[in-house]
């Protein structure tokens, strides 16, 4: 079975510009979380979405969005980017909302903010 | 708040010697743990996890870990290191504020010396 997928593997944008990055969970999960982790650092809680509504934010300014799809495919959105948004961007699938639920982790996509 | 903290950004071991990797932290009820692995490039692999029941637990590649209530601990151990055991480990904790979101340490980096 596929894992955790996630596109584009690299992204580069500038200053200002918007960027969409897209998350497909493991077949049969129903939620998925978004996480940054910014180089030297441990990833930070972006955003939970369970049944296509969100369930949880992390302390993240309201230039970042997300949302799923009826498919449970999700994508994260930011505008205006910064400098400081450069990051790994991962994200995440579980069966379910629980917080023990196991999380599956995808690959990731590199943003880099010029 | 929930909250971990790793004490050892970097750590260097021999091949074939014991592994301890330490890990702290701060909830107010009884915590889901984990410790997940990255590889460069790589997204998280969940080594281990901690619910409830026994506080020793086994996990992936070899790897254990021992909850300690009365010192907040959750410390990652194997008793011997092989070189692709190099990455960088992280902690986290989860279950607070329903869902799952994950609050994850700052990581340690191991490196392995042949």
């Known amino acids: 079975d596929a894992g955790v997928t996630q596109s584009p593997t690299h992204l580069i944008k500038t200053r200002g510009q918007q960027v969409t990055l897209r998350c497909s969970p493991i077949?049969?999960?129903?939620?998925v979380s978004w996480y940054q982790q910014v180089l030297g650092q441990g990833p930070q809680f972006i955003f939970q979405y369970y049944e296509k509504e969100e369930r949880g934010r992390g302390n993240f300014p309201d230039r970042f969005s997300a949302r799923q799809f009826p498919n449970y495919s999700s994508e994260l959105n930011v505008n205006a980017l910064l400098l400081g948004d450069s990051a790994l961007y991962l994200c995440?699938?579980?069966?379910?909302?629980?917080?023990?639920?196991?999380?599956?982790f995808g690959p990731g996509t590199r943003l880099t903010v010029t | 708040a929930q909250s971990v903290t790793q004490p050892d950004i970097h750590i260097t071991v021999s091949e074939g010697a014991s592994l301890e990797l330490r890990c702290n932290y701060s909830?107010?009820?009884?915590?889901?743990l984990f410790w997940y692995v990255q590889s460069p490039g790589q997204g998280l692999q969940l080594l281990l996890k901690?619910?409830?029941?026994?506080?020793l637990v086994q996990g992936i590649k070899g790897f254990e870990a021992e909850f300690k209530r009365s010192q907040s601990s959750f410390n990652l151990r194997k008793p011997s290191v092989h070189w692709s055991d190099a990455a960088e480990y992280f902690c986290?904790?989860?279950?607070?504020?329903?869902?799952?979101?994950?609050?994850f340490g700052t990581g340690t980096q191991l490196k392995v010396e042949l």
């Open positions: 901690y619910f409830s029941g026994d506080t």
């Open positions: 077949s049969g999960h129903k939620s």
């Open positions: 995440a699938s579980s069966l379910g909302y629980a917080g023990n639920g196991e999380q599956y």
């Open positions: 986290a904790v989860g279950g607070g504020g329903g869902g799952n979101k994950l609050t």
């Open positions: 909830y107010g009820a009884t915590p889901y």
